[in-house]
């Protein structure tokens, strides 16, 4: 699976962004996804993440009610919507993805992913 994110831009605080995160191969469709971010001088921090088979979703508490994943099987992406930005938003973000089945996925654990993005900027100004 390659992974190509896309999305990031600069936004005043309050605005709204999408990402999306294309991935190739046939593979997608049984994987499960995750949104990951990483500020300067921080470590990389999870964000969201959905089943292969949109089952379940999972936020960090600092976006949660803001921030909505969701994926479209038929055209290999995810996406994060991120409403009411807030410059603790500014950071890279990352797609990530694992097959699904992998033994001790943890959605919210960077290790629990094989595969990962290239990552896009996200920067929210006061």
């Known amino acids: 699976v390659q992974l190509q994110a896309s999305g990031g831009g600069l936004v005043q605080a309050g605005g709204s962004l999408r990402l999306s995160c294309a991935a190739s191969?046939?593979?997608?469709?049984?994987?499960?996804m995750g949104w990951f971010r990483q500020a300067p001088g921080k470590e990389r921090e999870f964000v969201s993440a959905?089943?292969?088979?949109?089952?379940?979703?999972y936020y960090a508490d600092s976006v949660k009610g803001r921030f909505t994943i969701s994926r479209d099987n038929a055209q290999n992406t995810v996406y994060l919507q991120m409403n009411t930005l807030k410059p603790e938003d500014t950071a890279v973000y990352y797609c990530?993805?694992?097959?699904?089945?992998?033994?001790?996925?943890?959605?919210?654990?960077?290790?629990?992913?094989?595969?990962w993005g290239q990552g896009t900027q996200v920067t929210v100004s006061s």
């Open positions: 959905i089943r292969w088979n949109i089952a379940s979703t």
């Open positions: 191969g046939r593979a997608f469709s049984s994987s499960h």
């Open positions: 990530a993805a694992t097959i699904s089945g992998v033994i001790g996925y943890s959605p919210t654990r960077a290790g629990s992913y094989n595969y």
